[in-house]
């Protein structure tokens, strides 16, 4: 038997999953395709490559730094966040 | 001093098999994984708990088998020979340590090559792989309106699998044209299953009725903030005026074969020839799949792409090798792996020529168009800089940026090299490729910092 679905929050949407799946994999289930604005142009990223080669769909996790949503796993009650950069250009 | 340990880099087919054949020589392994689980791409098993399929038998062997230990999310970020064989700089949980092994096996895979394209970087967009990985590990569908475009024989099985998904595979474009593939794929008769595995993916998608076009390579891909529609068109009469076709798709799968994973190979010093038929470098090895250096070994992908089958042959002569060259007994036989590696690598010549890369996909560029995707460089500021006589790929890396960002040119690499020789109008080994990096993935500076305190980790695996 699969788990319970679980939660985490991604800007002013609550994201449902599946217990093992990644952060982005709920994302772009749950329709998401904008994990991210690039910093040069503002364009929106999401997943690429799928396996955390290409590094497009960084976000945060609870306001850490950035990690690989297709290669991080969802956990309820988290808080995700784009992986933007901060100002001043950091990562 | 303990047991000499062996290093396998890398889960999927060959490091499997490697880690295998060293253990049954009675050495110790240590299997190093970037994956959350073992099996790399192709054995992929599902992430969601209670949904474990039944696991293939390497799998179960390599997880009972008492002298290997496997460390899964470890990447090797750097290596070195060293007196007493081979440093091995080791990340995991954002901490970076030092192993030392008396022999390693590199077995680190391949990535996708992607060929850019206006409008490749909408999202909604994205590999075959990660349409693959996303379905298998996270049950979820790339699209519900997919169109699965690029070249070669993995187009089929990804296809077969969103379909079976229940996703709507609205196109499968091939760009090779179909004369092409006939005539040089003929010689795989002879290779039973290749035949029957093909057979099972075409039957499913003329089941359901998902069209096939060959000669035919995804141009443009549009839409807003996501992907709205690709437009296709022809390429198999260059020079011919292209005739376009919208499509309307939420997801675009487009993926052009693959490129080793070099970067460790290359940070160790490892001899490296260049693939004959595509224009990136592999890894040289021997016989028994040993490199140029001493203690070092190399299987599968990064010795030429050749799939999952010559992946597992040559990890289990790598993995042989590789004991034996720590004192292990037993002979270097391997008749049947030697046989099996030899007929997988005559498929995968085959398959390289029947799927040649369009040769004027550079042509399709516009200024506009990003090339590298972490640093955002766009094809008019390359092809500025080509202009005004920079023409080896790292100088124009050095002007521009590309394949400066996160994926260290991992993606953009061999696109950027062939674009750079299409404009400059020379050949793809005088442009040569982006280059080395010390690290073969991101390392944040802080965990350089904390390796400082010396926390060596030396071989108790």
């Given amino acids: 038997m699969a788990d319970a679905p679980g939660r985490f929050r991604f800007g002013d949407r609550t994201i449902e999953f599946t217990p093992g799946q990644s952060v982005g994999a709920a994302l772009w289930k749950a329709g998401v395709r904008s994990f991210r604005s690039t910093r040069r142009f503002g364009r929106p990223r999401a997943i690429y490559c799928g396996i955390g080669q ?5 976000v945060r996790v609870n306001g850490a730094a950035v990690v690989r949503a ?21 990562q | 001093m303990t047991d000499p340990v062996v290093a396998v880099v890398g889960a999927g087919p060959a490091g499997l098999a490697a880690s295998l054949a060293a253990a049954e020589r009675g050495v110790r392994v240590v299997l190093l994984d970037s994956a959350a689980a073992p099996g790399g791409q192709i054995l992929r098993q599902s992430a969601i708990a209670g949904h474990s399929a039944h696991r293939p038998a390497i799998l179960r ?22 007196a007493s064989g081979v440093d091995l700089l080791v990340r995991a949980e954002e901490q970076l340590r030092t192993l030392t092994v008396g022999a390693v096996v590199l077995a680190p895979g391949a990535s996708e090559l992607a060929l850019p394209f206006p409008g490749w970087d909408l999202p909604g967009v994205l590999t075959p792989g990660a349409a693959q990985a996303m379905l298998k590990a996270h049950a979820v569908r790339a699209g519900s309106r997919v169109v699965v475009a690029g070249t070669g024989p993995f187009l089929w099985p990804v296809a077969a699998a969103l379909v079976t998904a229940g996703a709507q595979v609205v196109a499968l474009v091939e760009a090779a044209s179909f004369p092409t593939v006939a005539r040089r794929a003929g010689p795989l008769v002879t290779h039973g299953h290749v035949v029957a595995q093909t057979a099972r993916y075409a039957a499913i998608l003329a089941r359901a009725g998902v069209p096939v076009l060959f000669g035919r390579a995804v141009v443009r891909a549009e839409g807003g903030d996501r992907l709205g529609r690709v437009v296709v068109g022809r390429t198999d009469q260059p020079g011919s005026a292209p005739q376009h076709a919208a499509i309307e798709a939420d997801a675009a799968c487009v993926g052009w074969g693959f490129v080793p994973s070099i970067e460790l190979a290359r940070s160790l010093g490892c001899a490296e020839r260049s693939d004959l038929t595509r224009s990136y470098a592999v890894v040289h090895v021997d016989e028994d799949q040993a490199t140029s250096l001493a203690s070092v070994f190399a299987a599968g992908e990064i010795t030429g792409v050749g799939g999952a089958a010559l992946a597992a042959a040559e990890g289990e002569i790598a993995g042989t090798a590789a004991a034996r060259s720590l004192g292990a007994s037993g002979g270097m036989a391997l ?20 799927f040649p890369l369009p040769a004027q996909w550079a042509d399709r560029l516009e200024s506009e168009t990003v090339m590298c995707r972490c640093e955002e460089v766009t094809w008019g500021e390359i092809a500025a800089v080509v202009d005004d006589g920079v023409v080896t790929a790292r100088a124009v890396k ?3 940026r590309c394949g400066m960002g996160w994926c260290q040119g991992r993606i953009c690499g061999v696109a950027v090299q062939q674009a750079i020789a299409a404009r400059a109008g020379r050949p793809t080994a005088e442009v040569g490729d982006l280059g080395g990096r010390p690290f073969a993935v991101p390392v944040r500076a802080g965990e ?7 926390a060596r980790d030396e071989t108790r695996a």
Avoid: K, N
Avoid at chain 2, 63 to 82: D, G, K, N
């Fill in chain 1, 54 to 58: 290409c590094f497009d769909c960084l």
């Fill in chain 1, 70 to 90: 297709c290669i991080t796993d969802a956990r309820d009650g988290d808080v995700v966040t784009p992986g933007d950069a901060e100002p001043g250009g950091g």
């Fill in chain 2, 61 to 82: 062997r390599v997880a009972a088998h008492p002298r290997i230990t496997l460390r899964s999310r470890t990447e090797v970020v750097h290596a070195r020979v060293s």
């Fill in chain 2, 335 to 354: 008749r049947r792996a030697r046989r099996a590696r030899r007929r997988a690598r005559r498929a995968a010549s085959v398959l390289d020529r029947a």
């Fill in chain 2, 398 to 400: 050095g002007q521009v």
């Fill in chain 2, 448 to 454: 350089l910092a904390d390796l400082a305190e010396p």
